[in-house]
């Protein structure tokens, strides 16, 4: 079974702190997401790498960085926390299929709040 | 612009009736569309994935079905049980070879006894 695992299923910060999620793929996969989910917006990609020390930016980049120095880990990173990034963070990892398709893992989530 | 847009935004039913969510979207290239299950306080799971040629798909009690040239895709519950109740996410994927999805708002499902 592939397993995707965030260190924290809940995380409470205060504004300006800075603030690492961190997540963990075994399968060996070369993509690896982050996104965050709020109601009635769905899920918005942050950041997203597809190799080792390579990353791009997804919809909504401001306020976070990300770092990939090992394959099986994604870490995303908030500079200075702030209020309006109270959320469900959402990691993920991917591989390519045979039909060509990227069938996409999901982690258990992050409820982060900052106070 | 990229769009996927779900029906209803929430659904109740009881126990054992069947249901229909609805999604259609307006991604351009299209690669495949996937209908993932979000439990509360979870990560979606996936629970089916259709390409371009394929325009049913079958998990245990889900159907879900796609009409490619009206940009529309269903997914059918039949039978439904309390474990049902959920999100459920459509999903489409444009042609990119890094994986990158577009995700629509979800419908929540409750099934109530």
């Known amino acids: 079974d592939v397993k995707v695992t965030q260190s924290s299923r809940y995380l409470v910060k205060r504004t300006g702190e800075k603030v690492f999620l961190e997540c963990v793929q075994d399968m060996d996969h070369e993509n690896m997401f982050w996104y965050r989910q709020d109601p009635g917006l769905g899920l918005r990609l942050i950041y997203f790498s597809y190799d080792v020390k390579m990353k791009e930016k997804g919809d909504i980049p401001e306020g976070y960085s990300v770092s990939r120095e090992k394959k099986e880990r994604f870490s995303l990173i908030l500079e200075s926390a702030s209020t309006n990034q109270t959320s469900m963070y959402l990691c993920?990892?991917?591989?390519?299929?045979?039909?060509?398709?990227?069938?996409?893992?999901f982690g258990p989530g992050t409820r982060l709040t900052v106070t | 612009k990229n769009q996927v847009e779900q029906s209803p935004q929430s659904l109740i039913i009881l126990e054992g009736k069947n249901c229909t969510l609805q999604c259609n979207y307006t991604v351009s290239p299209f690669s495949n569309l996937r209908w993932y299950k979000q439990d509360t306080g979870r990560g979606p799971v996936s629970l089916t994935i259709?390409?371009?040629?394929?325009n049913t798909k079958s998990n245990g009690r889900y159907t879900a079905t796609l009409d490619a040239d009206t940009k529309q895709s269903s997914l059918h519950i039949t039978a439904s049980q309390l474990s049902d109740s959920a999100s459920y996410i459509c999903?489409?994927?444009?042609?990119?070879?890094?994986?990158?999805?577009?995700f629509g708002q979800g419908t929540t499902l409750q099934v109530k006894p």
């Open positions: 993920a990892s991917s591989f390519v299929s045979g039909r060509g398709t990227y069938e996409q893992y």
């Open positions: 999903v489409v994927s444009g042609s990119s070879n890094t994986g990158k999805l577009i």
């Open positions: 259709m390409t371009f040629s394929e």
